[in-house]
């Protein structure tokens, strides 16, 4: 059964940091691309961050400077690194695999975890 798992949320002040994890199983997600998505109450699901298989990375320009995705394809596992947070930042984050190649999108999306719950205090 293949698996994401994400880890690392929480309940942080703003201007701190948080580093997510999203563990994958079941299968190599190497040939994948991986990246984050979040959702915040009341509104719909945004893309943050992936990185290809080669190491290529896009970022949303509302992350970009202040996040930092990465992965190790030993461990299959990806990691996002969130620094200087804001309070806009309060979202569930969604960990997502993607084989097909181009922009994460959702129909195009193979696997989602189940979320990690990160809270940005003022």
């Known amino acids: 059964q293949v698996q994401l798992a994400e880890s690392g949320g929480g309940l942080v002040q703003a201007g701190g940091s948080l580093r997510l994890s999203c563990a994958a199983s079941?299968?190599?997600?190497?040939?994948?691309?991986m990246g984050w998505f979040r959702q915040a109450p009341g509104k719909e699901r945004e893309f943050v961050a992936h990185?290809?298989?080669?190491?290529?990375?896009t970022y949303a320009d509302s992350v970009k400077s202040r996040c930092t995705i990465s992965r190790d394809n030993a461990k299959n596992t990806v990691y996002l690194q969130m620094n200087s947070l804001k309070t806009e930042d309060t979202a569930v984050y969604y960990c997502a695999a993607q084989l097909a190649g181009g922009p994460m999108l959702g129909p195009k999306i193979d696997y989602w975890g189940q979320g990690t719950q990160v809270t940005v205090s003022s």
């Open positions: 079941g299968r190599t997600f190497s040939s994948h691309a």
């Open positions: 990185i290809h298989w080669n190491g290529a990375m």
